[in-house]
């Protein structure tokens, strides 16, 4: 018995370099916390859809991943409807896309069209529809910010333009990352597949490498901020001295209870039993005060 080994195709080109700054794949934890996101932004979706369009309609996630802006339209239908909205401080647009016939079709329901309507032709919108598209996806911009949250998204996208051809819609580089995620959509008695590119700039450095979101540069000074705004009790004492309970429970009028604190030395100055530094008897006019006179750092 003999096997017969093909050759294998010999390795040409250049390597190409690989930036750790800019993955080409997510991380677990990273792809399971914008699943959940995304997930709740498709229920909401679903909502605002059946509420808006006036027929039953339903959004389910099918797949997150990261992908170059070429490598994601590239694989788009060559007319579709494109929704480019603007997010704070990004050169990259957000992008909303869905098959042109499905907007046509929302359209129509909108303008109150039944929902046996049979599909009309492929085209683009005309003024009017892409008026009453625009005003959809604002509606489904702010259901995304809210399913990112503050910290992923801290204010929901604007609507800036409408595309109809993935290859010349711009809204990012060639080679700009995108964190995109597919849907399948249900209306009444049809289907499509629509997705949402979202700029990897704009979401990855907010998720850390465990998939915990990032807090933002100035958190500790507006924690130390807040901090140093809330009401403590401050107490100045003597030592305090351990006794057992039979003591208390016997304690009559009259009794003394030895305290192990020298005449001579200072109060102490404690918040919630953490005691702080000393201090000395004084007066702040009829007032008892206290006058620290050592305090005590603790890391």
Same mark, same amino acid.
């Given at each position: ?20 700054? %800019?993955?080409?794949?997510l991380?677990?934890?990273?792809s ?7 997930? /709740? ?10 509420? !808006?369009? %006036? ?5 389910? @996630? ?6 170059t ?10 007319? #579709? #409807? ?43 919108? /005309? ?7 625009? %005003? @959809? ?12 949250? $503050?910290?992923?998204? $801290? ?16 809204? =990012?580089? *060639? ?10 959509? #249900?209306?009444g &008695? %049809? ?5 949402? =590119?979202?700029? =990897?700039?704009?979401?990855? $450095? ?7 979101l ?22 100045v004492?003597? /030592? ?6 039979? /003591? ?9 209870? *030895? ?37 005590? &750092? !603790?890391?």
């Amino acid at each position: 018995m003999t096997a017969t080994i093909a050759p294998t195709e010999p390795v040409s080109g250049e390597p190409v370099p690989y930036d750790f700054r %800019r993955p080409t794949a997510l991380a677990r934890e990273q792809s399971r916390v914008l699943e959940v996101a995304f997930e /709740t932004f498709a229920r909401q979706w679903g909502t605002q859809l059946t509420a !808006k369009v %006036r027929v039953r309609a339903a959004v389910q @996630l099918d797949d997150v991943r990261l992908l170059t802006y070429d490598a994601w339209t590239a694989a788009l239908p060559t007319l #579709t #409807t494109m929704v480019l909205a603007e997010l704070p401080d990004q050169p990259a647009a957000a992008v909303v896309q869905v098959p042109t016939g499905a907007a046509l079709a929302w359209v129509g329901h909108m303008l109150g069209a039944p929902a046996e309507t049979a599909e009309a032709p492929e085209r683009e919108l /005309t003024g009017i529809e892409q008026t009453l598209v625009r %005003r @959809l996806m604002a509606d489904t911009l702010v259901d995304l910010q809210y399913s990112m949250g $503050p910290t992923l998204m $801290p204010a929901p996208p604007v609507v800036q333009a409408l595309r109809f051809n993935a290859q010349f819609a711009q809204a =990012a580089g *060639p080679s700009e990352q995108m964190v995109v995620a597919t849907f399948t959509v #249900t209306y009444g &008695e %049809r289907t499509c597949a629509a997705s949402l =590119a979202l700029p =990897a700039d704009a979401v990855l $450095p907010l998720l850390g490498a465990d998939g915990a979101l990032a807090t933002d540069a100035d958190s500790a000074d507006r924690i130390t901020a807040a901090v140093l705004d809330v009401p403590v009790e401050v107490a100045v004492r003597l /030592t305090p001295i351990g006794v057992l309970p039979r /003591t208390i429970l016997d304690l009559r009028v009259g009794d003394v209870v *030895p305290i192990p604190h020298a005449s001579d030395r200072p109060l102490e100055v404690a918040v919630d039993d953490q005691v702080l530094g000393s201090a000395a008897v004084g007066a702040s006019g009829s007032r008892l005060a206290c006058v620290v006179v050592t305090t005590k &750092e !603790k890391p």
